[in-house]
């Protein structure tokens, strides 16, 4: 009797954790994080990417050209490329650091996002949950992914002023400490990694 007892409690407690599990797994009707005020970060900068912030938080076609022209566009600045998927967790977790250090250093940085395996739909709705200064590339093919790299999501792609590709980190940056130390070394100091 007690055996069947510690049964059933052991399984009404594993339906209840399974539920708070998927709980935290659902979209959330509330934006993680608060997006800086991007008008007032941005105003001021220089030509190439206040162009740039103008298509802000929308997808953009063309493909790999398309992107290969932007990048060649922004000569003069650094640039640092967000390789994402709406159905990637990291991916989600990774935005508000972007969201943060576009408002931050955008004004001497370059930023753009490539949206990549993914529909435009799905892509729209994480924009509209974590809106950012500047546009992404859509790239459902994965062309502009597997050019610069980014075999697996999130992925991030660092240029040095002269728009040469400096290194691809692959995976999450851990917080956004770590991901401003990368952009620092790799796009604006132009290591090669």
């Known amino acids: ?11 009404l407690l594993i339906v209840a954790l399974s539920g708070l599990v998927l ?29 740039l912030y103008d298509q802000g938080n929308e997808l953009l076609p063309g493909g790999l050209d398309a992107y ?6 922004l000569k003069g600045f650094p640039a640092v490329v967000n390789v994402w998927a709406s159905w990637c967790g990291p991916c989600r977790v990774e935005f508000p ?11 001497r940085v370059a930023f753009l996002g490539v949206n990549s395996d993914d529909g435009e739909g799905n892509a729209k709705d994480l924009l509209s949950d ?3 200064p500047y546009p ?8 502009i992914a597997d050019d610069i790299g980014a075999r ?6 660092f240029y040095d002023s002269q ?14 400490e770590s991901l401003e130390e990368a952009i620092q070394q790799y796009a604006i100091e132009g290591q090669t990694g």
Do not use: W
């Open 1 to 11: 009797m007690a055996v069947h007892r510690r049964l059933a409690v052991l399984a």
């Open 23 to 51: 709980a935290g797994c659902g979209k959330s009707d509330e934006p993680p994080s608060p997006a800086p005020d991007y008008a007032k970060k941005l105003a001021g900068a220089p030509a190439p990417l206040a162009s």
């Open 68 to 73: 290969n022209a932007q990048i060649a566009s």
């Open 97 to 107: 650091f972007f969201q943060q250090l576009s408002a931050k250093m955008g004004k």
């Open 130 to 132: 974590f809106p950012v």
């Open 136 to 143: 992404s590339f859509s790239d459902s093919d994965r062309h």
């Open 152 to 157: 697996y999501f999130p992925a991030t792609a």
């Open 163 to 176: 728009g040469q590709l400096t290194y691809t980190h692959v995976g999450q940056y851990p917080d956004q």
